[in-house]
């Protein structure tokens, strides 16, 4: 992290612009100023405390100082409940809208899907190619909704986990199975790798299936030409680990710990101009950890990553 970036994130200021919070109503600056004034106070207190040996005045003084801080501190509380606000609205016109658009996009999907069986009538080439975009921009409008409500539930604690006990290895080649064509698309060997018997884990079958699909398309899409992705499910005692390398442009190092946020995509990924969001790894870390499971990565730039995570085995 640049010095730039330290003092924007330790600037009360910048703090207070990013909320669209006046100084007054900020709770950086607030707790600032309420520490100058702690100072002040202890300060002055003892200077009074030296020149006046009369009770009254430094009681006084004591009374007043503890009455400017329970205002200031009154102010943070303020400040504090105005953000939490904010970011309910937020959360909630995200969701309104997201349902909004979902119905529609849903309903689009059909017709679309009807008119590329040809069943209408025939269709010729040019007319198939103009229905294919239409059906990956509907397909992708879909699944940003869908991620949206992911996040709305997340951050107010609504995802719903419904474990079970789940064959992981079935999940994961058919993940496998579904993306063979787009890896071969993209002249890209894939591979997956069982290190002994799988046991059944204990986990929410479709939240667990999208997490899959979730890391195998990143490793695609991030991949090089004529690159290789390996996947290897182990069991390591208690837990069962899912793991996929690839060799493609991995992640600066200086950017790793920004991963799992939310809209984040790192810089060399940008130049890259694939499509994303930013919300699928904080999905994806969202569900294993409502698990009860861990997730983790390593990566080098231009050298691959490999992400991991693990399950808890079920008990027999």
Known sequence: ??????????????????????????????FILMGLLTLLAMSGTYL????????????????????AIFVLGNFIIRGVEKMAETAILKNEFISIVSHQLKSPLTNFKWPLELLATQKLGALNEKQLSYLKDLQENNNRMIKLVNDLLDVSRIEDGRMKIKPQNIHFEEIARSVVDDFLNLAKANNIEISLNVNGNAPLIKADPERIRSVVQNLVDNAIKYSKAKGKIEIILKREKNKFCFKIKDNGVGIPKKQQK???????????????QTEGTGLGLFIVKAIIQGSGG???????????TTFWFSLPIAKS
Do not use: W
């Open 258 to 272: 920004q991963i799992f946020k939310k809209f984040f995509r790192s810089e060399n990924v940008l130049k890259r």
């Open 294 to 304: 861990k997730i983790g990565f390593n990566s080098e730039e231009n050298k691959g």
């Open 1 to 30: 992290m640049n010095i730039k970036k330290i003092l924007e994130n330790i600037d009360p200021f910048t703090q207070c612009r990013k909320h669209n919070l006046k100084a007054r109503e900020c709770p950086g600056f607030l």
């Open 48 to 67: 009074l405390a030296e020149e006046y040996y009369n009770p009254e005045v430094v009681v006084g003084s004591v009374s007043f100082v503890a009455i």
